[in-house]
């Protein structure tokens, strides 16, 4: 086969000039796609290896223009690859349009294991990789009840609208712990009805416990919530007017309640809470069914948790417990079997036997 006469060095050594002359970024029409399939061992960082998942392609009712393309904003990171793989696959796979599909996905490191690891497991996806620098929040960071949540990465999601192309206008944020199980364009088209934020809202939740004392005791810093009716809402999964947001300065707006974290604080999980600050009860409801979250237990333990009662089109672990973890240790919660039939995941056993 012609990528054969090619060794893996000098296919390494061809990407490594391709970072650094361009953005890491590849499409159905692109001609940078040399087959990383050579590189298919496990690497010295010890990625996960990836089986290669099949190609999908549009129904004849699908446009081909810009203006039908779809855009999904992740973050790209070498511990939850492997919920990122099972999350890209989820959603061609129900996808009408899966070519119209194009992922932007936002990483600490510019790695070139990273770009080659998604090339070779999704050779035909659309799909962008841009670095976010961790100390534009390191410094802004408060801990919190759970060292994942303390992460930079977790916090990129603030910055999405600084990093990705100003000609992309809307865009849908997920999560790497989640699968989908319906047609991410039917979130695509969800009417924003002039809002910045389109997600799933649960008004039944207790929304005080988002906050300390400190903050309820202050009536300058509660009075942010006056003449609005603030509810929970998870940032795992947002629609996100990205031209309203920049217009808005919503960036800014989120880290001045993070810069009041760092001198009272007025909250005990991540990032979560200085989004509530700016936008609960100013988003536009989605259904429900887009976010089936708390798969993963609570942020201490983890237990298992059945699934709430509904239609669904989003699984989502949010939580301490991931799924390919429990699997892996053989001590699955019941939902986790609904997350397996995504996973692409090949282990070192079934490496060797290939």
Same mark, same amino acid.
């Given at each position: 086969?012609?990528?054969?006469?090619?060794?893996?060095?000098?296919?390494?050594?061809?990407?490594?000039?391709?970072?650094?002359?361009?953005?890491?970024?590849?499409?159905?029409?692109?001609?940078?796609?040399?087959?990383?399939?050579?590189?298919?061992?496990?690497?010295?960082?010890?990625?996960?290896?990836?089986?290669?998942? &099949?190609?999908?392609?549009?129904?004849?009712?699908?446009?081909?223009?810009?203006?039908?393309?779809?855009?999904?904003?992740?973050?790209?990171?070498?511990? $939850?690859?492997?919920?990122?793989?099972?999350?890209?696959?989820?959603?061609?796979?129900?996808?009408?349009? &899966? @070519?119209?599909?194009?992922?932007?996905?936002?990483?600490?490191?510019? =790695?070139?294991?990273?770009?080659?690891?998604?090339?070779?497991?999704?050779?035909?996806?659309?799909?962008?990789? $841009?670095?976010?620098?961790?100390?534009?929040?390191?410094?802004?960071?408060?801990?919190?009840?759970?060292?994942?949540?303390?992460?930079?990465?977790? $916090?990129?999601?603030?910055?999405? =609208?600084?990093?990705?192309?100003?000609?992309?206008?809307?865009?849908?944020?997920?999560?790497?712990?989640?699968?989908?199980?319906?047609?991410?364009?039917?979130?695509?088209?969800?009417?924003? @009805?002039?809002?910045?934020?389109?997600?799933?809202?649960?008004?039944?939740?207790?929304?005080?416990?988002?906050?300390?004392?400190?903050? #309820?005791?202050?009536?300058?810093?509660?009075?942010?919530?006056?003449?609005?009716?603030?509810?929970?809402?998870?940032?795992?999964?947002?629609?996100?007017?990205?031209?309203?947001?920049?217009?808005?300065?919503?960036?800014?707006?989120?880290? @001045? #309640?993070?810069?009041?974290?760092?001198?009272?604080?007025?909250?005990?999980?991540?990032?979560?809470?200085?989004?509530?600050?700016?936008?609960?009860?100013?988003?536009?409801?989605?259904?429900?069914?887009?976010?089936?979250?708390?798969?993963?237990?609570?942020?201490?333990?983890?237990?298992?948790?059945?699934?709430?009662?509904?239609?669904?089109?989003?699984?989502? #672990?949010?939580?301490?417990?991931?799924?390919?973890?429990?699997?892996?240790?053989?001590?699955?919660?019941?939902?986790?079997?609904?997350? =397996?039939?995504?996973?692409?995941?090949?282990?070192?056993?079934?490496?060797? @036997?290939?």
């Amino acid at each position: 086969m012609a990528f054969w006469r090619f060794s893996p060095f000098s296919v390494l050594l061809g990407l490594l000039s391709l970072l650094l002359l361009h953005p890491i970024t590849t499409t159905t029409t692109s001609t940078i796609g040399i087959r990383l399939s050579i590189i298919r061992k496990p690497s010295d960082d010890n990625l996960p290896v990836f089986r290669e998942a &099949p190609a999908f392609r549009n129904s004849d009712q699908c446009g081909s223009s810009d203006s039908d393309r779809i855009h999904v904003a992740m973050t790209l990171d070498g511990n $939850y690859l492997r919920g990122t793989m099972a999350a890209v696959l989820s959603m061609l796979q129900h996808s009408t349009c &899966p @070519e119209n599909l194009a992922f932007h996905f936002l990483s600490a490191h510019l =790695a070139p294991e990273l770009y080659s690891s998604i090339k070779s497991t999704f050779p035909y996806l659309n799909f962008t990789i $841009y670095r976010f620098d961790p100390n534009r929040v390191r410094g802004m960071i408060s801990k919190s009840i759970r060292q994942a949540l303390d992460q930079p990465l977790n $916090y990129a999601r603030i910055h999405l =609208a600084d990093i990705i192309p100003t000609n992309v206008g809307r865009v849908i944020y997920l999560d790497s712990d989640l699968v989908v199980v319906d047609d991410i364009e039917k979130l695509w088209n969800v009417d924003m @009805e002039d809002k910045v934020v389109a997600a799933p809202e649960y008004c039944h939740a207790n929304f005080t416990q988002y906050f300390t004392g400190t903050f #309820w005791s202050d009536s300058n810093l509660s009075k942010t919530f006056e003449g609005r009716n603030p509810c929970y809402f998870n940032t795992g999964v947002m629609v996100v007017n990205v031209d309203k947001w920049r217009k808005g300065r919503y960036t800014q707006r989120v880290e @001045e #309640w993070m810069a009041v974290q760092k001198q009272r604080r007025i909250y005990q999980l991540g990032s979560l809470p200085p989004f509530l600050l700016v936008l609960a009860g100013n988003i536009k409801a989605v259904d429900h069914r887009w976010n089936q979250h708390g798969l993963g237990g609570d942020n201490f333990e983890g237990k298992c948790r059945s699934l709430h009662p509904g239609p669904i089109s989003l699984l989502h #672990w949010s939580g301490k417990g991931k799924p390919w973890l429990r699997l892996d240790s053989r001590k699955p919660c019941t939902v986790d079997y609904l997350w =397996a039939p995504y996973d692409l995941y090949r282990s070192s056993r079934h490496w060797l @036997e290939e």
